[in-house]
């Protein structure tokens, strides 16, 4: 491995979940709790030690050996590459968007405030 893109990039959100603003409207439940399962998948891995997270993963990853999806594992938490929450902060959107911009699958920046629902405060 020349390089870890984890920890010479800052946090890149490689994954993203959307939806339509009026089925957020619509179905508040299922957005609260598809939210909440990717919380409980967060706690898991920050509460778990690599060899129990790899166990686990172990069924998706039929191809791999426990060993190395542990080596795999103990990197991504040495590197901090998890997040403990599902916030998309705007900083990594803004990332995210540098990124694609210089790859040339983006020709324009998207303001955060027009594509990132944030939940309101209490």
């Not at 990717?38 to 030690?49: F, I, P, R, V």
């Not at 403990?84 to 540098?98: I, N, S």
Request: proline letters at 6%; aromatic letters at 10%; a negative charge.
């Amino acid at each position: 491995m020349v390089a870890s893109l984890g920890e010479d990039s800052g946090y890149v959100p490689y994954t993203a979940f959307s939806a339509r603003k009026s089925y957020i409207e619509k179905n508040p439940e299922v957005i609260q709790a598809f939210t909440n399962a990717l919380q409980k998948g967060m706690d898991y891995c920050a509460e778990h030690t690599p060899e129990e997270i790899a166990k686990v993963i172990s069924p998706q990853f039929a191809e791999t050996d426990t060993e190395t999806l542990e080596i795999i594992v103990e990197r991504y938490a040495a590197q901090d590459t998890w997040k403990t929450d599902p916030a998309f902060e705007k900083e990594a959107f803004d990332l995210l968007q540098d990124i694609l911009i210089d790859a040339g699958e983006l020709e324009d920046k998207v303001p955060y405030e027009e594509l990132v629902v944030r939940p309101k405060e209490k």
